[in-house]
């Protein structure tokens, strides 16, 4: 079992900045990916970022250039720093933990309850 808790959402300014922290934990060993995703309201949940347990990261086209993924192994925590943020950012953005298999999108096996991100124009 996993129990991922995220923090750090909120409401900001279209330009602004936020960072989510996600606090895991349980059998975290068990997989080698972490990554974050978010759902809006009336979508399809989508996974924005992602890093493994090596470091490498991958970002979905909305949030290359923008959103930076980093993790603190020894801590169990997975961060992700969000920059330049816009209305159309707005959504629950949901912590997730699973496997990436090598040239592979990750593929989340447990969610975090999500945080709120609101962005205003």
């Known amino acids: 079992q996993v129990q991922l808790v995220e923090s750090g959402g909120g409401l900001v300014q279209a330009g602004g900045s936020l960072r989510l922290s996600c606090a895991a934990s349980?059998?975290?060993?068990?997989?080698?990916?972490m990554g974050w995703a978010r759902q809006a309201p009336g979508k399809e949940r989508e996974l924005v970022a992602a890093i493994t347990s090596r470091g490498s990261t991958n970002y979905a086209s909305s949030a290359k250039g923008r959103f930076t993924i980093s993790r603190d192994n020894a801590k169990n925590m997975v961060y992700l720093q969000m920059n330049s943020l816009k209305p159309e950012d707005t959504a629950v953005y949901y912590c997730?933990?699973?496997?990436?298999?090598?040239?592979?999108?990750?593929?989340?096996?447990?969610w975090g309850q999500g945080t709120q991100v609101t962005v205003s124009s």
């Open positions: 997730a933990v699973g496997h990436q298999p090598v040239g592979a999108t990750m593929r989340p096996a447990y």
């Open positions: 349980g059998s975290i060993f068990l997989f080698n990916a």
